[in-house]
């Protein structure tokens, strides 16, 4: 068990629906690690872009950019996490790929799908959380629109066990709605009683849509952790510490009065 979870966020823009150019620009981005990583966290689809062409530019399981994703946890030795198209068993799916140095993998299909761009009507929605424990963390990662959805990003105590103690948002979400994009890191920090991590793209898409970044990471109090800047390019690695979360949810356990619930999916 690691008292020191050392995530890497990578806030970069994306070559528009060109899969080898994104994968030879984020090598070049990974390049800019000037520290040891446990977890290094990419964009929303950051080897397309957030695009509805799945008929053309999903991959399998086995295809090129889980291949690269391979060999980039397994070169800096440590758990690399990003969302991809991928057609499986006759579906598409916008599928959030956590890569492990060793080759295995698990992966999260996004819930919430962004219907204002006819997300919904091109892939299908996932239907269970995915929760990893990596070096005694529990960590629940999202994707983008699920941020939105308090009920589903909610954690539990049971007992002395919290569900989670980080949350994970990969996003390309717009800069006109940045605002929506970090009141609710923030809250999802606070309600929670986690860590919170929000990594979103910069530059323009194909479609034009403006992307600010605002990433962050974000403690159990709501207050931010990182430096990187609102459009910037910038690899950037932030500490995240088990034994203050501990003391706080030690001193402050108001999940303990939190309502009980079911999702009906």
Not at 82 to 98: A, C, E, K, P, T
Not at 134 to 147: E, Q, S
Not at 154 to 176: T, V
């Amino acid at each position: 068990m690691s008292n020191v979870l050392n995530v890497s966020l990578v806030q970069s823009r994306i070559h528009w629906l060109d899969i080898q150019a994104n994968l030879e620009w984020y090598a070049s981005r990974l390049e800019q690690l000037n520290t040891r990583s446990d977890l290094i966290v990419l964009p929303e689809m950051f080897n397309t872009g957030f695009s509805m062409e799945a008929s053309r530019f999903a991959e399998t399981m086995d295809g090129p950019t889980m291949r690269w994703m391979s060999e980039m946890s397994a070169h800096y030795q440590a758990a690399l996490i990003g969302s991809i198209m991928v057609q499986d068993r006759g579906h598409f799916y916008n599928r959030l790929i956590w890569m492990f140095p060793d080759g295995r993998y698990e992966y999260y299909d996004k819930r919430h799908l962004f219907r204002m761009a006819g997300e919904h009507q091109t892939y299908s929605p996932g239907q269970s959380r995915l929760i990893i424990n990596y070096k005694g963390w529990r960590i629940c990662p999202m994707v983008c629109y699920d941020l939105r959805f308090p009920v589903w990003s909610r954690n539990r105590l049971i007992g002395s066990e919290y569900d989670y103690d980080c949350l994970i948002y990969i996003a390309n979400w717009p800069e006109k709605r940045s605002q929506a994009w970090k009141s609710l890191l923030v809250a999802r920090a606070i309600e929670n009683q986690c860590y919170v991590v929000g990594v979103n793209r910069v530059g323009a898409d194909g479609n034009q849509i403006q992307y600010s970044g605002d990433s962050g990471v974000f403690d159990f109090l709501g207050q931010k952790c990182s430096t990187t800047e609102r459009f910037g390019d910038r690899v950037e690695t932030v500490s995240l510490y088990k034994d203050q979360l501990s003391e706080f949810r030690q001193n402050f356990p108001a999940l303990l009065d939190a309502d009980q619930f079911s999702i009906n999916l």
